[in-house]
Nanobody
């Protein structure tokens, strides 16, 4: 079992930056895919970014490509989401998710482990 805890959300203005963290406990990330999803009120949970922990490959939704960066720190067993040039449309609860596979899908149902979410609000 992997327990995930997100942190780093907050209220910022358009154009600002935030860095979200996803810390894993229970056991370390190994051959895992780790992803960030987000869900705005009344909307579905959407894919944001993901990485393959072992291979390091990264994947992004078109809406965040060039603005967001997903990365990992093996020593801290943590995945980060650096978010730059934030827009009001980025406002949502951001969730970290992981699965025990090297494949990196972009659908929420493919991920078995989830954090509790962290709120990101971007004002105009």
């Amino acid at each position: 079992q992997v327990q995930l805890v997100e942190s780093g959300g907050g209220l910022v203005q358009a154009g600002d930056s935030l860095r979200l963290s996803c810390a894993a406990s229970g056991r370390p990330f190994r051959s895992n895919a780790v992803a960030w999803f987000r869900q705005a009120p009344g909307k579905e949970r959407d894919f944001v970014a993901a990485l393959s922990w072992s291979g390091g490959s990264t994947y992004y939704a078109d809406s965040v490509k060039g603005r967001f960066t997903i990365s990992r720190d093996g020593a801290k067993n943590t995945v980060y989401l650096q978010m730059n040039s934030l827009k009001p449309d980025d406002t949502a609860v951001y969730y970290c998710a992981a699965r025990d596979s090297v494949q990196v899908p972009n659908t929420p149902r493919a991920y078995a482990y989830w954090g509790q979410g962290t709120q990101v609000t971007v004002s105009s």
